[in-house]
């Protein structure tokens, strides 16, 4: 069993910033995992925002985290980031994130087994 538990959520004005944390234990085998950023606002669906691969060499943004956004990891902290920026009010969701043991990027929810409780993000104008 792998655990996911996210923090550093909040709320932020527009234009403001905030950084995600996802720390993954459990049952890793002692290697990286693959691991993606996910959201969902209210009405919505459930939509990535951003993806490592678990060598880090390659990454994904959605197009609407593109310029404003960084994912990146610590592996010895078993720890994941993501960097927001520039923070717009349709950034407002409920952000998870999600581990997988996949080589390739994931960039979609059906490749990620392991799953976090997320963590909210409100942007207020």
């Known amino acids: 069993q792998v655990d996911l538990v996210e923090s550093g959520g909040g709320m932020v004005q527009v234009g403001g910033s905030l950084r995600l944390s996802c720390a993954i234990s459990g049952r890793t085998f002692g290697g990286t995992m693959g691991v993606g950023w996910f959201r969902k606002a209210p009405g919505k669906e459930r939509e990535i925002v951003a993806a490592?691969?678990?060598?880090?060499?390659?990454?994904y943004y959605a197009d609407s985290a593109k310029g404003r956004f960084a994912i990146s990891r610590d592996n010895a902290e078993d720890t994941a980031y993501l960097q927001m920026s520039s923070l717009k009010p349709e950034d407002t969701a409920v952000y998870y994130c999600?581990?997988?043991?996949?080589?390739?990027?994931?960039?979609?929810?059906?490749?990620?087994?392991?799953w976090g409780q997320g963590t909210q993000v409100t942007v207020s104008s």
């Open positions: 999600a581990a997988t043991y996949s080589n390739a990027v994931q960039i979609t929810s059906t490749g990620y087994p392991y």
């Open positions: 490592i691969s678990r060598s880090g060499t390659d990454s």
